[in-house]
Nanobody, 118 residues
Framework: EVQLVESGGGLVQPGGSLRLSCAASGFIFGANVMNWVRQAPGKGLEWVSNIDSRGDRTTYTDSVKGRFTVSSESAKNAVYLQMDDLKPEDTAVYYC???????????WGQGAQVTVSS
């Protein structure tokens, strides 16, 4: 059974930091592109970042460049999203999603709530 389990969400003040983790099981971690996708209240899904199957290449949506960092740890089948200088507009449910190719989201986690507010 494929499972993606996110953790590390919470409430943080503007300018603060959070680190999201995604633990994967049930599929070949190294054969998939791992993504972070978010959904703000009342809005649709927004792709945030991804990391390729070897952990060599990372990409980001423009609004988080320079503030968010995606990484992976193949030995633990885990992917992380370090979020710094958080802004209220980063408030959303953050999902970990995996697919064989960039732009493909075959597997999804349950989501982690991130709230940025003073």
């Amino acid at each position: 059974e494929v499972q993606l389990v996110e953790s590390g969400g919470g409430l943080v003040q503007p300018g603060g930091s959070l680190r999201l983790s995604c633990a994967a099981s049930g599929f070949i971690f190294g054969a998939n592109v791992m993504n972070w996708v978010r959904q703000a209240p009342g809005k649709g899904l927004e792709w945030v970042s991804n990391i390729d199957s070897r952990g060599d290449r990372t990409t980001y949506t423009d609004s988080v460049k320079g503030r968010f960092t995606v990484s992976s740890e193949s030995a633990k089948n885990a992917v992380y999203l370090q979020m710094d200088d958080l802004k209220p507009e980063d408030t959303a449910v953050y999902y970990c999603a995996a697919g064989q190719f960039a732009g493909q989201y075959t597997y999804w986690g349950q989501g982690a709530q991130v709230t940025v507010s003073s």
